[in-house]
């Protein structure tokens, strides 16, 4: 990495703050940035970063503070002024048109720009391919954005942002959805545009990326700023406590499996459309983590575990007795409890209460001798998990909506353990959850499989994997082609074994 | 040009015209009538008031709305444009009739626009209160009564035909004028969705409202042309269908709107938005069309016209869901 920093910043802010209703969201924070600088910007959800990049997007006004863009100091950004000065903000959602084709997304902006009134499509090519070039990829401009895989669809949305000509490139958790080989190529193409003097905003919480892409790190925590520096002064440890204000000790999975013990869940010869003869038992107590390239097959065996992919052929049985039919009713009445990775879109009523949330699986079991639901009965069954699996909330009450994200997933959790499940199949149990609630719910999934559950993960977090699983196995084209446990189970193994599977 | 034919027929158009195709082929052998130049030029007569109807709601729903007003928006520019003909014989020219229902028309759809726009209320229910209050004020305000005898220059425009000929057996056929204005919109539109920004927009602010304001578009503007195109063509549609059928019935065309969805729907317009083609909308119109008349030529009572309407609606609706259920379950596999 050579950064070619010039002395002066890019984009500097002093001192903004910025108050929502009485709440202090930023305060008092500074940050420079670099032409030809890669700046990670983290913290934990709620921290102030979003609201940090709507200030520097201009969506939102600060109420104190300064901004200056290449020198000039800036009255009121708004979202217009910001492009046209070089911001470019490129959001997790990429804001893409799905039914359009890539050469129209590409050019949409310009045909906007510039107020015509015609499209014309030899221009709206020229104008793709050109975009394309600048970034050295090469994409079918007729394909339609929606059938492009993600990591495909991140470029067109970065090639759409350097055809803006933009100068600072905002990105704001850009790996959330990528796998380890994409994630790498990813900051090729970040170190490529650093080359040609773009000044780079990573905005993330996932550790290993910061210490692997940044040339400076921001620590915002609570809306200050915590930490700044080059990232030569960081590592893991002090970027945790920066980020979570305490420190967080690396552990491993240590529970007992005995051996001799017969299997939870059997799976035989599991075959569907990527799946290719997957076989393998998990015990009681056994954490099993399942991981991959996208589309490798470990998605799609979660999917079946769990009763939504219902094509193809094999057997799960739980233990001993094999699943009747391939259905999410089936598989729950077998004992099998599902936590979607989505848990915004598949797994909450964002807007019900905490209880209801947590609850809504197990209602059968809460009914009175009259087959109607007890109040009664529901409150004590919510505040218990909420309890036991220590949801933060002012109370059972609340909507799920007002939560953090670690703690929305406690709640998805709650309600898939209120069902009494044998089996867990967790499919990105820490997806967007922040380092400290990722820890508390590592613990939490260790302690249920001390209770003899039986527990799949799937997940692309390799420390994720490493901490928590007593072994790991890695799928390609279907099929699981390494297993990885004890002490064979280090980051280095995994991350060979899953470029290996490239 | 084979990707500009793969353009025009994507693989849901090429679906649907082996299916008209084929249907036509079965009606035809159980009732060889329905390959007459009469039938044909009917089916196309029938089909100029559908269809027109079809294009206007197939931006709508390509920009993401909805407009069940257009019956009524069409019976009003029909009914309030004969009745002021009837007493002001001066405006009885035909460009001033048509100009006059579809001034009324676009009036009407853009009032639907700003309440959409500007109040953000959900389109379904502001055209559904919308239809009743136009239908209820027509009555009120305008007249109850059938108009049967029609301005003369109306009678005039539906005796007009592009072509005659007479048949061997001494009957008829003709090909009504009004199939031009079909045609113009249906160029008209298909040229507008392609080369236009605007029409650009509405497939952009149909896929993803935020994104599409984040880029820039104009989305007032856009809502304003989408529902403001479906009210002019609806008035304009007042005028050719009183013509056809020949009288001006301020209770007629209700109902009218679940076809036309129908035939939008199953020319592979999305009622999620952002999808769907001129060149689909047309196939949709062909084939409802030709069902209809057929259920008459092959002698099953019209009532099964409705049903099939229905079914048409839920199946193509129920395979676009089945279809972004699948791609969804696809992204949850992986």
Sequence with gaps: MTPRSSDRPFLSLTAIGKSFGGVRALDDVSLDVSAGEIHCLAGENGSGKSTLIKVIAGVHRPDRGSIAIAGQPVASLTPISAVRQGVQVIYQDLSLFPNLTVAENLAINSLVEHRRTLVRWRDVRRTAEHALERLRVSIDLDRLVGDLPIAEKQLVAIARALLQDARLIVLDEPTTALTGVEVDALFALVRDLQQRGVAILFVTHKMREMLQAADRFTVLRNGRVVESGPAAEFDEARLTHAMTGRAIGETRFDGRVDASAPPRLR?????????????????????????????????????????????????????????????????????????????????????????????????????????????????????RWIHDLGVKAPSIDAPVRQLSGGNQQRVVLARVLATRPKVLVLNGPTVGVDVGAKEEIHATIRQLAAGGLAVLIVSDDLPELVQSCSRVLVFRHGRVTAELGAAALTGDALQEQLSAAH | MTSRVRRLFGRHEMVLLGVTVLLSIVIGALNPAFYS???????????????????????????????????????????????????????????????????????????????????????????????????????????????????????????????EATLANGASAALTVSILFFAGVAIAVALALRYTVIGRGAYAVGADLAAAERVGFNVRRIHLFVYGLMGALAGLVGIIHASIIRNANPLDLDGLELTVIAAAVIGGASITGGRGTVTGALLGVALMVIM??????????????????????????????????????????R
């Design chain 2, 37 to 163: 130049l009469q039938n044909a030029f009917d089916l196309l007569k029938t089909s100029v008031p559908l269809g027109i109807l079809t294009i206007g709601l197939l931006v709508v729903l390509i920009s993401g709305g909805i407009d069940i007003s257009f019956p009524a928006i069409a019976v009003a520019g029909m009914y309030i444009t004969c009745t002021l003909a009837i007493d002001v014989r001066s405006l009885d020219h035909l460009p001033a009739l048509l100009a006059i229902s579809t001034a009324i028309g676009l009036a009407l759809g853009l009032f639907n626009a700003v309440l959409i726009h500007f109040f953000r209320l959900p389109a379904l229910i502001v055209t559904l209160g919308t239809a009743s209050v136009i239908r209820g004020a027509l009555l009120e305000f305008v007249g109850t009564r059938t108009i049967t005898n029609l301005p003369p220059s109306i009678i005039a425009f539906s005796r007009t035909n592009l072509f």
């Design chain 2, 292 to 333: 209809d008349g057929s259920l008459v030529l092959v002698g099953l009572p019209s009532q099964w016209h409705q049903v099939f309407i229905g079914l048409v609606v839920l199946v193509s609706t129920s395979i676009t869901a089945l279809r972004t259920r699948s791609a969804r379950a696809g992204e949850i596999a």
């Design chain 1, 267 to 383: 799976i035989r010869d599991l075959t569907g459309p990527i799946l290719r003869g997957v076989t393998f038992d998990v015990r009681p107590g056994e954490i099993v983590g399942l991981t991959g390239l996208l589309g490798a097959g470990q998605g799609e065996l979660a999917a079946r575990v769990a009763g939504l992919e219902t094509s193809g052929t094999g057997e799960i049985a739980v233990d001993g007795a094999p699943l009747p039919a391939c259905t999410v009713r089936a598989a729950a009445r077998a004992g099998i409890g599902y936590v979607p990775e989505d848990r915004l879109r598949e797994g909450l009523f964002l807007d019900r209460s905490i209880a209801d949330n947590a609850n809504a699986s197990s209602l059968r079991a809460l009914t009175t001798g009259l087959r109607l639901l007890s109040t009664r009965r529901m409150r004590s069954q919510a505040d």
